[in-house]
C-alpha cells in the first residue's frame, strides 16, 4: 500500500513538473541547443555547447537590450531522440532558432521538422545531404563533406606528392560520407585510394584493417571518424611498424586528439575551419578566454556555435523583430563582402544554406598545431 | 602476407582475447551460480579503468599494483551490488528477466555516474614503461601487450586453481551442479552468490585496467567489449576453462577476418560463426537451464476473471466510452510534443505486443527483435519510395517480410535459455550489419530519407495528430488480434509449452512448430511497427535498429508485466516517457532512469500490469468475502 502511494505521489510530481513552463520574457532570445550530452559522441554535443554557451554569456554581460536563453536538450546521438527534443524545444518552449545536432544523420532527421515549424536550424553536421533537402530553414555552419575532403586530397597529392593513400573510415554516416568525398576527390586527379577499409564505431581494435594498409603499400594514411578512433588507429599503426603520414579532416581538429594520440600523431596534417595556432590577436583573445573558462583549447565545433549565436543575436537586435522568420532572413541575407564578420572570418551562405571558410591546413609539430597554410 | 605481420596480427588478437575472456568470465561465473545475464559487467570494465586512472595518477602505483587495486575496488563494488540491489530481487523468486533488466539498470546509472565524475571525454593512460618495445625472435612486439598478456593468464590461472584446489572453490562448483544438494552439505548459497559478484566484477575492472592503456578510458569502455566477452563465454559453453579458450579464439578470429578476408563483414563473419556453432557444433547445456522467464506471474489470476463477473453491467460500457473520449481528446489537450512522443511509444508499442507474445507467451527470448522492426522500416519504405506503393500495401508487405525473416531464422528457437538470448542477439547484429553494408539497397550508413507520409485518398497523415489515430488504430488492430490469437486454442498450447514443453509435448502439443509460429507473428508485429515508423520520421538509418534498441524492447515488456498484453502498452509508454519527462534532471537523467529501472525490478517484479491488477484483486476479495465463495481461500490473495 505504501509503496503504491510512493509511486503515486512521484508520477503526480513528474506531471506538474512537465506541466511548469517558464514564463517568457519579451526580450529573451530563446535558442534550442540539440546535441548528445550521453552516449558515444557526447564530446560533439559538449563542443556545440561550450561555443553557444560562452558566446551567448558574453552577449548577456554586455547589457544589450535582449539577453540570450539555451534550451539545452540531450539527444545521445539517438536521430529520434533528436527529433522529439526538436519538436520539444520549438512547441513547448517557443525557441526562435535550433542549434544541432552534431550528427550528420540527426540533422538531417530534423530537417523536415524545422521547415514544418518554419525554425531556422544551424547545424555543424557535414553530410551533404542535409542542405538538398529543400529546405529554406536549414543553415551548415560548418564546411561540407566534399570541400573538406578535396582541399585534403588536393594538399597530401600536390604539395606533399604522395600518391598512394589508404582510407580507413568508420561504417557510420559521417566516416562514409567523408571517406566517399575523398575517393571522389582523387579520382577527379586520376588517382585510386591504395586501400579503402572501413571499420564498426564501436571498435578499438584495427590491427586487421592496418594489416590491409600494410600489404597496400600506402604511404599515406587518411583515418576519419571520431577522434579517439583516429588516435587509436594512430597508435597502433605506429606499433605496427608503418611510418605513415596521417591526415585528418575537422573530426580530428579536436585536441582530445594529440592527447589521445601523443607521439603517434606527430606531423599529421589536419584541415580546420578554425585553428587555435592562428596568431591572429583576435583569435588568441578566444582562445585565451574558452581555455579560461573550460579548461582546453577550442576546436572548430565550438568556434562555429559562438558564431552561429552570435549571428542569431544580431538578427534580433538589427531587425527589431524576436521571430524565426527574421533571422533566416538575417542569415540569408549574407553576401560575400557584406556578411557577419566572426572569430572564423566572414560567414555568408549559399542558395541552400553551406557556409563555406577557407580551410586552415596545419601540422602538428611537438604536440602543437602548426600553420601550414590557409 | 608475411610471417611477421602474421604473428604480430594473432599476437594482437590474442591481447584483445585475453581481455574478452577475462570479462567472459565474469558472465560465466554469474550465470553459472545465479543463472543471471550480468548487463552491469561491461560498467565493472569502465570502472576499473577509472579506478586504474586515478590509482596510476593520484597514487603513482606501478602497474601491477594498479591492476590488484583495481581488482580489489571492484570486486568489492561488485559484493555491494549483489547485496544491495540483486539480493532483494533474487530473494523475491521472481524471473531471471527481472534480474536481467536490472543489471541493465544498473549499467545506465553507472554510466551516468561515470560521465559526472570523470566526463564525456575518453583519457589517455600514462606510458607505462620507458621503452615500449620489447624484441621477441626478432618481431618487435608492445611491452604492454606483454604485461596484458602476462597479466591476463595469470588471472585465468589464479582463477582456474581457485576452483580445483580450494574447498570454497569446489564448494562453488558442487553449487552451481545442483546448489539444493549442495546446501544440504553445508554450502552457503547466498555466500557463493555474493563471493561470484564479487569475483566476476573484480575480473571485469581488471580487464579494465589492462585494456584501458591500450584503447584509453572512457565512459564506454565496457560497452564495446559487452558483447563479443558474451560471445566468449557462449562459445565456451559458460565452463571456466571454455571461456578462456573462447576469449582467445574469438579475439584472433576477429582479427585476422579483418586482416585476411574483409573488414567491412569482420563482425558479420564473427557473429556467423558463433551462430553456427551455437547451432550446429554443439548446444551448450548449463545444469538447470530453466527458460528465462520461469516463475513469471502471468496468467491472469483467478481473483481478476471473479471480479470481471462481478462487476455491473454498466461499469463496462461506461469504462468503454471514457475511454474513447480520452482516446479522441487526448491529442487536442496535450501539445503536440507530447502527441509526438505518445506516437512514438505507441508504434514501439506494437512491435513490444508482438515481443510480448515471444517471451512473455511462449517463454521465447529475442535479443534481436530490433532488426525485424528495421526490415519492416526498409521494406515499407523502399517499396513506396521505388514502386510508388501506397501505405496501405506497402505495411502489411513490411509486416510479411518481417515475418518471412522471422520464419528463416526461426530455427534458432532451438537454443534454449541463455544461448537463445545469445544467438538471438547475434542475429539481431547480423540483420543490423547487413543494414549497413548492403548499400546498394538501404544506403548504407546514409540511410533514407524522404519516405513520403501516408496517404488514403487525398488525405495525408503528415500531422503528429493525424498520426496519432493512425498508429492507435493500428495498435488497436494488433491488440484485438493478439488478444484473440493468445485466448484461441493456439495461445493456450502457447502458455502450455512455456509453461512446461515436456508435457505440451506429450499432449500432443508440437512444441517447435508452436514456437516458430509464435516467433513469426510476433516478428511480423515488429515489421508493422517499423513501416509505421519510417513513415513517421521519414529518415531512417540502421542505427534506430541496433541492439540497445532490442534491449529497450524487451525493457518494456518487462516493465509492463509478462504475458500482459495491456502490460506490454503501459511499458513502452513507461520507456519512452520517462526518459524524456525527466529531460529537467539534464545530467541526472540517466542516473534517475536507471534507478528507477532497477527499483522497479525489486519493488513490482510483476511489472505496473501486476500494480494494475491488485485494486482488481481487492475488490474481487471483497466480493469472495460477502458471498462467501471458497471459504478461507481469501486472504490468500497476492503480494
Known amino acids: 500500500m505504501k509503496r503504491n502511494v510512493i509511486l503515486l505521489l512521484g508520477m503526480v510530481t513528474l506531471v506538474t513538473l512537465s506541466m511548469m513552463q517558464a514564463a517568457a520574457a519579451l526580450d529573451v532570445i530563446k535558442v534550442g541547443v540539440v546535441g548528445p550530452l550521453t552516449g558515444q559522441f557526447a564530446s560533439g554535443g559538449q563542443s556545440q555547447l561550450y561555443g553557444a554557451e560562452m558566446k551567448a554569456k558574453e552577449l548577456n554581460a554586455s547589457g544589450g537590450k535582449y539577453k540570450i536563453e539555451l534550451l539545452v536538450e540531450d539527444d545521445a546521438s539517438n536521430c529520434d531522440q533528436s527529433v522529439n527534443a526538436t519538436v520539444k524545444v520549438i512547441t513547448q518552449s517557443k525557441v526562435v532558432a535550433v542549434l544541432g545536432a552534431v550528427n550528420s544523420p540527426c540533422a538531417l532527421a530534423m530537417v523536415p521538422i524545422t521547415k514544418r515549424y518554419k525554425v531556422p536550424q544551424f547545424t555543424f553536421g557535414v553530410g551533404t545531404a542535409i542542405t538538398k533537402q529543400g529546405s529554406e530553414w536549414v543553415f551548415r555552419v560548418a564546411v561540407a563533406a566534399p570541400s573538406q575532403t578535396r582541399t585534403l586530397a588536393e594538399y597530401a597529392t600536390k604539395k606533399l606528392g604522395h600518391k598512394k593513400i589508404a582510407v580507413l573510415y568508420s561504417n557510420d554516416e559521417y566516416g562514409a560520407s567523408m571517406a566517399e568525398g575523398f575517393k571522389k576527390a582523387l579520382e577527379n586527379m586520376g588517382l585510386q585510394p591504395a586501400a579503402y577499409e572501413s571499420y564498426p564505431v564501436e571498435d578499438k581494435d584495427f590491427s586487421g584493417q592496418l594489416t590491409k594498409v600494410k600489404s597496400s603499400g600506402a604511404t599515406v594514411l587518411y583515418s576519419t571518424g571520431s577522434y579517439a578512433a583516429s588516435a587509436l588507429i594512430a597508435k597502433q599503426a605506429k606499433q605496427f611498424g608503418l611510418g605513415l603520414q596521417l591526415l585528418g579532416d575537422t573530426g580530428n581538429a579536436h585536441p582530445k586528439f594529440i592527447e589521445l594520440g601523443g607521439e603517434a600523431v606527430e606531423g599529421a596534417v589536419i584541415v580546420e575551419p578554425f585553428t587555435p595556432a592562428d596568431p591572429d590577436p583576435k583569435i588568441q583573445e578566444f582562445v585565451k578566454k574558452f581555455r579560461g573558462q573550460y579548461n582546453r583549447d577550442p576546436d572548430g565545433w565550438v568556434a562555429e556555435m559562438y558564431d552561429t549565436v552570435g549571428i542569431i543575436y544580431d538578427a534580433v537586435t538589427n531587425s527589431g523583430k524576436m521571430n524565426p522568420q527574421a533571422i533566416r532572413d538575417h542569415a540569408a541575407s549574407f553576401k560575400p563582402g557584406n556578411g557577419y564578420k566572426g572569430i572564423l572570418g566572414e560567414w555568408y551562405f549559399d542558395k541552400e544554406g553551406n557556409a563555406n571558410f577557407s580551410l586552415y591546413k596545419v601540422q602538428i609539430k611537438g604536440g602543437k598545431k602548426v600553420i601550414l597554410e590557409r | ?639
Request: aromatic fraction near 12%.
Open chain 2, 1 to 639: 602476407m608475411d610471417l611477421v605481420t602474421f604473428v604480430q596480427l594473432v599476437l594482437g588478437g590474442l591481447t584483445v582475447g585475453c581481455v574478452y575472456s577475462l570479462v567472459g568470465l565474469g558472465f560465466a561465473l554469474t550465470l553459472r551460480a545465479t543463472e543471471l545475464i550480468n548487463f552491469a559487467q561491461g560498467e565493472m570494465v569502465m570502472l576499473g579503468a577509472f579506478i586504474g586512472l586515478s590509482a596510476i595518477s593520484v597514487l603513482h602505483l606501478p602497474f601491477f599494483a594498479v591492476f590488484v587495486v583495481a581488482l580489489i575496488v571492484t570486486g568489492l563494488f561488485g559484493v555491494l551490488m549483489e547485496r544491495f540491489m540483486l539480493r532483494p530481487i533474487l530473494d523475491r523468486k521472481a524471473p531471471l528477466l527481472n534480474l536481467l533488466i536490472a543489471t541493465l539498470g544498473i549499467s545506465i546509472a553507472l554510466q551516468a555516474v561515470a560521465i559526472i565524475i570523470w566526463g564525456r571525454e575518453p583519457v589517455p593512460y600514462p606510458e607505462i614503461s620507458s621503452s615500449p618495445y620489447v624484441d621477441v625472435f626478432g618481431i618487435a612486439v608492445q611491452r604492454l601487450n606483454l604485461w596484458i598478456l602476462g597479466l591476463g593468464f595469470a588471472s585465468m590461472l589464479g582463477l582456474h586453481l581457485f576452483f580445483q584446489k580450494t574447498m570454497t572453490g569446489i564448494s562453488w562448483r558442487a553449487a552451481s551442479l545442483d546448489h539444493a544438494t549442495a546446501a544440504l552439505y553445508g554450502v552457503n548459497r547466498r555466500t557463493n552468490v555474493a563471493l561470484t559478484f564479487g569475483i566476476s566484477a573484480a575480473l571485469g575492472g581488471g580487464a579494465g585496467v589492462l585494456i584501458a592503456p591500450l584503447f584509453f578510458a572512457s565512459f564506454g569502455l565496457g560497452h564495446s567489449v559487452l558483447v563479443k566477452a558474451f560471445a566468449a563465454a557462449a562459445m565456451g559453453g559458460f565452463g571456466v576453462v571454455g571461456t578462456m579458450f573462447g576469449g582467445l579464439i574469438l579475439g584472433v578470429v576477429e582479427t585476422l577476418a579483418a586482416g585476411l578476408v574483409s573488414s567491412t563483414y569482420k563482425n558479420v563473419i564473427m557473429y556467423g560463426i558463433l551462430l553456427s556453432i551455437l547451432m550446429f557444433f554443439f548446444r551448450p547445456k548449463i545444469p538447470a537451464g530453466r527458460s528465462i522467464t520461469e516463475q513469471s506471474k502471468v496468467v491472469v489470476t483467478k481473483k481478476v476473471d471473479l471480479f470481471k463477473s462481478f462487476s455491473a453491467p454498466w461499469l463496462k460500457p461506461t469504462c468503454g466510452i471514457l475511454l474513447i473520449c480520452l482516446w479522441v481528446f487526448l491529442p487536442l489537450v496535450c501539445g503536440t510534443y507530447t502527441v509526438r512522443i505518445l506516437n512514438m511509444a505507441v508504434i514501439l508499442g506494437i512491435a513490444v505486443l508482438g515481443l510480448q507474445l515471444i517471451v512473455g507467451y511462449t517463454g521465447q527470448f529475442s535479443f534481436g527483435h530490433a532488426a525485424f522492426y528495421g526490415i519492416g522500416a526498409y521494406t515499407s519504405a523502399l517499396l513506396s519510395m521505388h514502386y510508388h506503393l501506397p501505405f496501405y500495401i506497402t505495411m502489411p508487405l513490411a509486416a510479411g517480410a518481417a515475418g518471412v525473416a522471422g520464419w528463416i531464422v526461426a530455427p534458432t528457437l532451438r537454443l534454449r535459455g541463455h544461448f537463445l538470448a545469445i544467438g538471438t542477439l547475434a542475429m539481431g547484429e547480423i540483420g543490423f550489419l547487413l543494414m549497413i553494408n548492403w548499400k546498394w539497397l538501404t544506403k548504407g550508413a546514409y540511410g533514407l530519407y524522404g519516405i513520403p507520409f501516408p496517404r488514403i485518398g487525398n488525405f495525408e497523415f503528415a500531422s503528429d495528430e493525424a498520426y496519432y489515430f493512425l498508429a492507435t488504430v493500428t495498435l488497436g488492430i494488433v491488440y484485438f488480434f493478439l488478444r484473440r490469437l493468445t485466448s484461441s486454442r493456439f495461445g493456450r498450447a502457447l502458455v502450455a509449452v512455456r509453461e512446461n514443453e515436456l508435457a505440451a509435448v506429450v499432449s500432443g502439443i508440437r512444441a517447435f512448430h508452436q514456437k516458430t509460429r509464435a516467433f513469426v507473428v510476433g516478428c511480423g508485429c515488429a515489421g508493422l511497427a517499423g513501416a509505421l515508423y519510417a513513415h513517421y520520421v521519414s529518415y531512417i538509418n540502421p542505427e534506430s535498429f541496433k541492439f540497445g534498441v532490442s534491449v529497450e524492447m524487451v525493457t518494456m515488456v518487462v516493465i509492463g508485466g509478462l504475458g500482459s498484453m495491456p502490460g506490454g502498452i503501459v511499458g513502452s509508454l513507461v520507456v519512452i516517457l520517462l526518459p524524456e519527462y525527466l529531460r529537467f534532471l539534464a545530467d541526472y537523467r540517466l542516473v534517475v532512469y536507471g534507478s528507477l529501472i532497477i527499483s522497479f525490478m525489486i519493488f513490482l517484479p510483476g511489472g505496473l500490469s501486476d500494480l494494475a491488477r491488485r485494486p482488481a484483486c481487492w475488490i474481487a476479495n471483497g466480493i469472495e468475502a460477502r458471498l462467501r465463495i471458497c471459504e478461507g481461500k481469501h486472504g490468500s490473495a497476492q503480494d
